[in-house]
């Protein structure tokens, strides 16, 4: 009788073992699963989140190539506007220097048409004034001399032509920082004046001081060192 106790009881309690293990299986399937949903879900986020960034990146290349491409583009706009601007000046340089010899050559035909005229209305042609012989003008900067009359921006061209010969104008301009008005009246002056010649052999054209001119400064800085 007592076996049979003790054999139902040890069966019980294998049941009660049997039945709470079943349970804990369950329990811990149920929690595989979930953390196999909740792994699921961040593979699922973090490649979407890579996905993402991917997209980013290109998005931020492909903007980067068009800023480089419009940049060139704007360079090389820029580099096509300034060679026009600077062909534009250099044949504004010539209009101006031709505008120059034209206005020279019409004085010319205003005396030549005016001496016509005295001609035709029996009058006697002009004659020209005697040129007295004088000794040559001293080249310092004082009073009486040639360079006298000369203004500083005028004798810093003459120095400049002396030291580099033939200068085109935009050089000229450039090195006295006078505007392009300001530096063809400037040399139009010296030229009318005898004190530059022009060198029409060459585009665009070019000026030089003239060889007795320059033969005058040579003896007076002689002058100047010996004394």
Do not use: C
């Amino acid at each position: 009788m007592d076996f049979l106790v003790i054999e139902v009881a040890f069966l019980a309690t294998m049941m009660a073992a049997s039945i709470l293990f079943i349970q804990r299986i369950r329990m811990a399937q149920k929690e595989y699963e979930a953390s196999k949903e909740a792994t699921k879900n961040i593979v699922v986020s973090f490649f979407r989140e890579i996905s993402r960034e991917r997209e980013r990146r290109e998005t931020i290349s492909a903007a980067v190539e068009v800023v480089a491409e419009r940049s060139l583009e704007a360079l090389r706009i820029s580099e096509e506007t300034r060679s026009e601007i600077r062909a534009f000046s250099d044949k504004l340089d010539k209009a101006v220097e031709g505008l120059s010899t034209v206005r020279g050559q019409v004085e010319t035909l205003k005396q030549r048409k005016d001496w016509k005229v005295e001609v035709v209305e029996g009058k006697p042609p002009r004659e020209k004034a005697l040129v007295k012989t004088e000794p040559p003008p001293s080249l310092s900067t004082g009073e009486g001399g040639v360079l006298s009359r000369l203004n500083s921006t005028e004798l810093i061209v003459l120095n400049l032509l002396e030291k580099e010969g033939e200068t085109t104008v935009p050089k000229i301009r450039e090195r006295i920082g006078k505007t392009r008005e300001h530096t063809a009246r400037l040399l139009k002056k010296l030229y009318d004046n005898g004190f530059i010649d022009r060198v029409t052999g060459t585009v665009p054209y070019k000026y030089k001081i003239r060889k007795e001119l320059r033969d005058l400064l040579a003896e007076q800085k002689k002058r100047d060192v010996a004394s």
